[in-house]
C-alpha cells in the first residue's frame, strides 16, 4: 500500500512540473519590444506630428522612421502607425519635436515678385513680402508668375495646402485679364466650356466682358493649376495678356487688402477653407 500511495504522489508531482517547466520556457524566449505601445484610438500619427513640426513632408518623415531617426519616450520607435499622445516626448535625430501652430496669411502680391522660397539670381521673392507675418515658417500655396498679381495664400498647414491645389477639388479661382486687344465675341465663344492647351483638357468655369470696362477687360474663372494657364489660353485664341491679377482664390478675395499687403486670415475664413469639399 505504502509503496502504491508513493507512487501516486510521485505521477502527481510529476504532472504539477510540467506546466512550471512550460512557464519558464516561455520566459526565456520573450520578445523584447523596442517600440512603446501606442493608443490606436487616439492622437496623431508619428509621420504627420513630424510633419506639421515643420521637419519635413509625410512621405519623407515615414522614411526617417524607417531608419530610426525617431524616439519617443526614449525608445526608438519604426513602427509608421504609431499614434503620438499628448503627453509623449518625441525626439528626432536626438533634438526634441512639437508641432507647429497653424498660421494662415493672405497676401495681395504685386508684380515682379517670383512666388518661390529664395532664388538664386537675386530676384525678389514673396518671402520678402511676408517676412514679419509669422515666426512659424510657412509657404505659398500654388504658384503666381512674376508678372500675375493677386492673392496669395500661404501657410504650414499641408494637409490644408494639399486641398486646395489638388485638381479633385474644384477649388474657384477668378481672374481679371487685361488683352492686348478688344476680344472678338466669337474668340469669346470658343473659350466656353472645355478647351485643349497642350494636348490636354482645361476645363474654364465661366468667362466674360467685364461690366462697364472695354471688351479688352475679361473676368475669367478656372479651377486648373498649371503653370502659366490663363495667359496660355488666351493666346490659344491668338490674344495676350498684358496684365493678370488673381481677385478670388477659394472664396477668399481682396477687399480691404492693398496691393503688396498682408492679413492672416479669420477663423472663419479658415474653418471654410477647411470644409471645402
Given at each position: 500500500m505504502k509503496s502504491n500511495k508513493n507512487s501516486s504522489r510521485g505521477r502527481q508531482e510529476g504532472k504539477k512540473k510540467t506546466p512550471l517547466n512550460r512557464k519558464s520556457t516561455k520566459k526565456e524566449f520573450k520578445k523584447i519590444k523596442e517600440t512603446p505601445q501606442s493608443d490606436a484610438s487616439s492622437g496623431i500619427r508619428l509621420n504627420k506630428y513630424i510633419a506639421n513640426s515643420g521637419i519635413c513632408s509625410r512621405r519623407e518623415a515615414d522614411t526617417y522612421i524607417e531608419h530610426g531617426s525617431v524616439e519617443i519616450n526614449?525608445?526608438?520607435v519604426t513602427e509608421m502607425g504609431y499614434k503620438v499622445q499628448?503627453?509623449?516626448?518625441?525626439?528626432f535625430d536626438g533634438t526634441s519635436i512639437t508641432p507647429e501652430q497653424k498660421k494662415y496669411v493672405l497676401l495681395n502680391k504685386p508684380k515682379n515678385y517670383i512666388t518661390t522660397m529664395d532664388d538664386d539670381r537675386g530676384r525678389k521673392t514673396v518671402m520678402e513680402l511676408i517676412a514679419n507675418a509669422s515666426k512659424e515658417r510657412i509657404y505659398p500655396v500654388g504658384r503666381l508668375d512674376r508678372n500675375t498679381t493677386g492673392?496669395?495664400?500661404f501657410t504650414n498647414d499641408g494637409?490644408?495646402?494639399?486641398k486646395l491645389t489638388h485638381p479633385k477639388h474644384n477649388v474657384r479661382k477668378l481672374y481679371h485679364a487685361s488683352l492686348d486687344r478688344k476680344l472678338e465675341l466669337r474668340d469669346l465663344?470658343?473659350?466656353r466650356g472645355e478647351v485643349i492647351i497642350e494636348g490636354r483638357k482645361v476645363f474654364i468655369d465661366a468667362i466674360s466682358y467685364v461690366n462697364g470696362e472695354p471688351k479688352s477687360e475679361i473676368g475669367?474663372?478656372?479651377?486648373?493649376?498649371?503653370?502659366?494657364?490663363?495667359r496660355k489660353i488666351f493666346e490659344h485664341v491668338g490674344y495676350k495678356v498684358n496684365k493678370l491679377d488673381r481677385v478670388v482664390f477659394a472664396e477668399l478675395t481682396k477687399k480691404n487688402l492693398p496691393r503688396?499687403?498682408?492679413r492672416p486670415l479669420t477663423n472663419l475664413e479658415v474653418t471654410n477653407l477647411q470644409i471645402l469639399k
Open positions: 526614449g525608445k526608438l499628448p503627453d509623449d516626448v518625441v525626439r492673392l496669395l495664400l494637409d490644408l495646402a494639399k465663344e470658343k473659350l475669367i474663372e478656372i479651377h486648373s493649376g498649371r503653370n502659366r494657364i490663363v503688396g499687403r498682408w
